[in-house]
């Protein structure tokens, strides 16, 4: 029977250090500050951006939601995020997607200054990153490299990662090779998932596909992190199958209280990261 990585708890301790981290800048009279920029009426987006907001509130970090209609023009917010690269008293600046498809993501995600980039997603630190550098880590990718190292030492292990997204599958790969694991990706063209994902000390999956994963699947003892998020009967479940792979795997993160609480915390920790930086 698998331990339970519990991200919620994990997240609230990681949390405590950034709490003291932020009253020590303020005794300084630096404000971590986070602004955070919401297009249109998604609800899964207000959602995420609401936990932000609370998540930033209890560390002691001035978040703000700058909130848009869906009509708002590509040049309005390219306009509005010059504004805040240019001002001094904003350490992180975060554009939540998905955007409306009249504006294009990849322009706007360049056009926020690599030094406030707290969701990492930047060309310049993506490839600082690649490059073993230190830099500003995306965010969902950080919270499972803590979360695994909670559990177990990485040197040599196999980690499968299934998913190639540029937010969460590419860059968690690199982290662990950037850690000397060995690591194998695996996507939708993938001749045989199972064969490979069996191979895997750590299997992290993220997908968007309920139940993909099957205890038939999991090597006995691996370690399994479920990043996936799938409405399900109106209840959220993950891309692993948790009641038949938590009998094989020696710890699995539950959705949710896994990954997401911490994705939410490595997005303060950027923007302490930045306002430490002075
Ligand atoms: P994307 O849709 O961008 O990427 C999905 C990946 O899964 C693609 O690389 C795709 O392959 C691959 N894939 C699709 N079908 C299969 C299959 N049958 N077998 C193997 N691989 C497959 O998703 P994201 O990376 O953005 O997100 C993945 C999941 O994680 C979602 O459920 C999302 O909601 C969740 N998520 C959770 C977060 C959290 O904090 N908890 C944060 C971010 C995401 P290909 O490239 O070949 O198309």
Do not use: W
């Amino acid at each position: 029977m698998a331990v339970v990585i519990d991200g919620k708890q994990i997240a609230a301790s990681y949390r405590e250090t950034l709490k003291e981290q932020v009253t020590a800048l303020r005794s300084r009279g630096i404000i971590p500050k986070l602004k955070v920029v919401l297009i249109g009426n998604d609800p899964a987006s207000h959602s995420y951006v609401r936990g932000k907001e609370r998540a930033a509130e209890e560390i002691g970090i001035d978040s703000q939601i700058l909130r848009f209609d869906e009509d708002m023009t590509e040049a309005e917010l390219l306009k509005l995020i010059d504004l805040l690269n240019d001002d001094h008293e904003v350490h992180g600046i975060l554009v939540q997607l998905p955007l409306p498809n009249h504006i294009d993501e990849s322009r706007v995600i360049m056009r926020i200054s690599p030094e406030k980039d707290v969701d990492g997603f930047h060309p310049e630190n993506v490839g600082k990153m690649m490059l073993g550098l230190d830099t500003l880590l995306p965010c969902t990718p950080h919270g499972i490299l803590h979360l695994v190292k909670t559990q177990t030492d990485l040197v040599g292990k196999h980690v499968v990662v299934v998913g190639r997204s540029q937010i969460v599958g590419k860059p968690v790969g690199m982290l662990f090779l950037n850690e000397s694991a060995t690591v194998t990706y695996c996507h939708s063209k993938t001749a045989d998932l199972g064969a490979m994902t069996r191979q895997a000390d750590i299997l992290i999956v993220a997908v968007g596909r309920a139940g993909l994963v099957t205890a038939d699947m999991v090597k006995p003892g691996a370690i399994v992190i479920d990043v996936g998020v799938n409405r399900v009967d109106n209840r959220l479940v993950g891309d692993v199958d948790y009641e038949g792979v938590k009998d094989v795997a020696s710890a699995i993160t539950p959705v949710p209280g896994g990954v997401g609480p911490m994705t939410i915390t490595m997005l303060m920790h950027n923007t302490v990261e930045v306002a430490s930086r002075g």
